[in-house]
């Protein structure tokens, strides 16, 4: 090669993606992104197969953890994973952190405190208006561009708003989700969904009271299963749901199981917001061990905890009432019994107009803007 000729040098961008959700969002981030972008961090692989030049230091199993205390016991990894992942962020042209909050807020304030003037970029925001809303002062100091996917989070932070560092970018469902219900289905004769959560800890406990509601409705019965599941065999899954999966067809696409679904009982909070973007009636049931009750009422001050729900009361604040898509069921409210009460009394017509109003809240999908403004700082 003659001497004169200089090898092309790769723009590199740090990720930290610690969850599955965050994963699939990177998904469609980096569809808008430079093939040949060298990309370092904490993610799947399997999330950036497209780019050569993708090589994570962790990867999502790294980061396994189910509640709480499971947190505690892996302490002293995620702190030499801080300190690894800020000192590999540091030789980058661009950080990219998104949600998890506990390891990603670490590396931001690692990186300003060095003084290393690479451009820090936060998307998917921790949800300091749930909880720990004085926070905002550090994540405004420490990151230098603030995405919004909820249009009223962005009022917490009002020094980076006035500063033009914080923007409603659109909600990453509306990315993900490819069709949506014009009218709402019938839903005493329709497929019903079930989800009862990614946790093998929350379906312990859900699952069976999802399954015994099942057992009385002549309906057809989905169960969605999170995607990362596809890799366990008939008898992993068993072990986790027991004998009652089998009285459910499987399906491991969420979107298309609720396109075709008429209603769904849901456990997790963002998926009641996937379920009524799509169009689909729901009732949310959740259940958790008492102590983890009594830690979440001390400190988070939230009337709901269904992300739909939170969301239309943010969309009419102004009018000073508490208003609700769809019924919510807590610990001991979560019965059978309960869940098909819902389900009965549910009016779909009201729900369709409701899950339209949402949707124009929202306005659009986040992928685009977010990757705009990362291309812009890479350049």
Known sequence: M????????????????????????????????????????????????????????????????????????????????????????????????????SFNLPIAKALKKCGVKVPIVYYILP?????????????????????????????????ALAQKRALYVGHPLLDEITEFKNEPLPHKTSPIAFMPGSRKSEIKRIFPIFAEVAKSLPNKKILILPEHFKKLDSQALNDIYGDEIKAFDISFEANKALLESGFAFICSGTATLQATLIGTPLVLGYKTRGIEVLIARAFVRLKHIGLANILYNALHSSKGEIREIHTELIQSQL?????????????????????????????????KQTANLINTLLD
């Not at 962790?58 to 709480?68: C, E, N, P, R, S």
């Not at 720990?132 to 932070?157: T, V």
């Open 2 to 101: 003659p001497s004169n000729i200089t090898q092309k040098k790769y723009k590199r961008l740090f990720v930290s993606a610690c969850e599955p959700s965050s994963n699939v969002h990177l998904k469609h981030l980096a569809k808008h992104f430079d093939k040949e972008l060298e990309i370092c961090g904490v993610f799947d692989r399997e999330t950036l197969i497209d780019f050569e030049k993708a090589t994570p230091s962790f990867t999502l199993k790294d980061f396994a953890v189910m509640g709480f205390f499971d947190v505690i016991k892996k302490l002293t990894f995620f702190k030499k994973a801080i300190a690894q992942m800020s000192e590999l962020a540091k030789s980058t042209d661009c950080v990219l952190l998104m949600d998890s909050s």
């Open 335 to 367: 019965t059978a019994e309960n869940l098909l009460k819902a389900f009965e009394q549910t009016d779909t017509q009201a729900f369709d107009t409701k899950a339209k109003e949402l949707r124009g809240y929202l306005k659009h999908g986040s992928a």
């Open 127 to 159: 949800q300091i208006w749930a909880w720990k809303p004085w926070r905002a002062k550090s994540i405004e100091q420490n990151c230098d561009y603030l995405c919004g996917i909820l249009p009223f989070e962005l009022e917490m932070y009002k020094n």
